[in-house]
């Protein structure tokens, strides 16, 4: 355990008094220069760093209609200070949306606003300069770009948008965020975030499914490189081995196995997570999702199915097509992408699975709606789907089933403290002060309905939870997938 204090869990959310400063502490190990080169930024601060930044944050509001407008149009209403859960579980006022959004519009007004230009001080307008940087690199990876703060602004500004600019800024004057970086660098040469080559993947998989034909007595493949196969999953890699997503994993092979249907996993493109997103980086972004197209048209798969990742499924379902389509020559008839949620959705309408639900009769679940599949994306062919599907699923695989206050649950959802690429233990202090709304939550379905385990349906998330539940007086194995309550509950051997 870390040295700082785990904040008190309170029968209700409390705002707060500020206490400035407090975490600016907070900085993530900074990329060396090998990590830096190889995503195509400099290794380390370059000598006209200011100019080139200066210019960078130009050229990016001028590409984003958006940003401008998120940069010009904020009253300071204050609607947004109490909403994100990093301000709440910290009580430094710069994790307030607004001021967050401040540290970035001083410099903009600078440079690119007239009254900036000419009239600095009376309109809060600062230099690019050491200290802005430092600031920067400290409360720009204090912000998991999970916009809630979005929901509630009147505006629709979007702090996540403004923390992407900065992080590209950062990147492009070479100081760049050592955990990001590192394993975007790792998934472009080799495939995943882990580094897995393909025999180690081949093996993982084999023993995946000894494991299930021992306990099932049922033979379930779980296909590696198949040429042909109709469908390619592409899941995030922890799947392969964290605990409990490995479990989901197990939930999906299960699914596709009691349905009859054709899939394969590929080495060349191992993963679903794409941390390009995190730091902003449209040009590292792609070259992921390039991987999943040549994987797709090498195995010549007719559908593409994303297994449980939040921001995974938020850059497949915005960005994908504009990444790397057209998918033309993907079978039609079905949406592309699609979630595994929305698969088993699918065959759970119409029979086609046989579920046991008792099976997990010995827990009591709630739900954490991830972040960027309840406001990043969307699931289904009717709004609201990205909250009633994974819903419905669980609801098929359990008996026992609480939502958690709607105030924290759905669009209002709270981040599990770990997203947009804060996962990393170099920041465990604010990953679990962040994480207080969600456990508050949490508690109060414990306390008041028994709530045993809390299913996630991001691999992030349940990374974030196994470690900080701890923290807070709960197991960490409290969190499960939702995969892995459809594992438990399927009834294999029966009909296809
Ligand atoms: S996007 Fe989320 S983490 Fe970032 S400021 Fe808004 S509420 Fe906080
Ligand atoms: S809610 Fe929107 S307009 Fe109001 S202070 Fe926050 S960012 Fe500005």
Redesign the pocket.
């Known amino acids: 355990m870390a040295e700082f204090d785990t904040p008190t869990l309170k029968p209700y959310p409390e705002i707060p008094p500020i206490e400035i400063g407090v975490m600016a502490h907070s900085k993530p190990y900074v990329a060396k220069e090998d990590i830096q080169q190889k995503i195509g930024f400099p290794g380390e601060l370059i000598d006209n760093w200011q100019q080139v930044a200066i210019d960078k944050m130009g050229e990016l509001v001028n590409n984003s209609r958006a940003l401008r407008v998120f940069l010009d ?9 109490d909403k994100c859960h990093y301000y709440l579980g910290t009580s430094d006022p710069n994790n307030m ?2 001021a967050r ?1 401040d540290l970035f519009r001083s410099v903009y007004r600078r440079y690119y606003t007239l009254a900036g230009k000419y009239f600095p001080r009376l309109v809060g307008a600062r230099d690019m300069d050491q200290g802005v940087i430092d600031e920067w690199y400290s409360y720009f990876h204090q912000c998991s770009q999970c916009r809630r ?1 979005s929901v ?4 629709g ?1 979007d702090t996540a948008e403004i923390s992407m600019a900065a992080r590209e800024i950062m990147d492009t004057i070479g100081v760049g965020q050592k955990y990001c970086n590192e394993i975007i660098g790792k998934a472009q040469t080799i495939g995943n975030n882990l580094g897995l080559p393909e025999p180690a993947l081949a093996d993982t998989l084999e023993g995946l499914e000894e494991d299930i034909e021992e306990e099932t007595g049922v033979t379930v493949r779980m296909p590696l490189d198949v040429k042909g196969a109709d469908i390619l999953l592409i899941t995030p890699s922890a799947d392969f081995f964290a605990e409990p997503h490995v479990d989901g994993l197990i939930g999906y092979a299960k699914v596709f196995h009691q349905a009859g249907m054709s899939w394969t996993l590929s080495s060349y493109a191992s993963e679903a997570a794409n941390f390009g997103m995190f730091i902003g980086s449209y040009e590292n972004m792609q070259v992921l999702a390039l991987r999943i197209r040549e994987a797709a048209l090498e195995l010549g798969v007719k559908r593409i199915v994303f297994g449980e990742c939040g921001h995974a499924w938020r850059v497949a379902y915005n960005f994908l097509n504009t990444l790397a389509g057209p998918f033309d020559f993907l079978d039609s008839r079905y949406p592309m992408p699609q979630h595994i949620c929305e698969v088993t959705y699918d065959l759970l309408q119409r029979n086609a699975l046989k579920m046991d639900p008792s099976a997990n009769d010995d827990m009591v679940l709630t739900f954490h709606d991830s972040c960027n599949i309840a406001r990043g994306s969307r699931m289904g062919d009717f709004e609201g789907g990205q909250f009633v599907i994974p819903r419905e699923v669980i609801k098929a695989s359990c008996n026992h089933f609480v939502d958690m206050p709607a105030d924290t649950t759905q669009e209002a959802t709270f981040c599990c403290g770990g997203g947009g690429g804060l996962l990393t233990d170099d920041l465990v202090e604010l990953r679990v002060k962040g994480a207080l709304p969600r456990m508050e939550a949490l508690k109060q379905v414990v306390d008041h309905h028994g709530v045993t385990h809390l299913a996630a349906i991001c691999a992030i998330c349940k990374s974030q939870f196994s470690k900080i539940l701890p923290y807070y007086g709960f197991e960490m194995d409290q969190v499960v997938s939702i995969h892995q309550l459809v594992s438990n509950a399927i009834q294999l051997g029966g009909e296809q």
């Open positions: 149009s904020c009253v300071k209403c204050g609607a947004c200070t949306p607004v959004q703060c509630y602004c009147p505006y500004i």
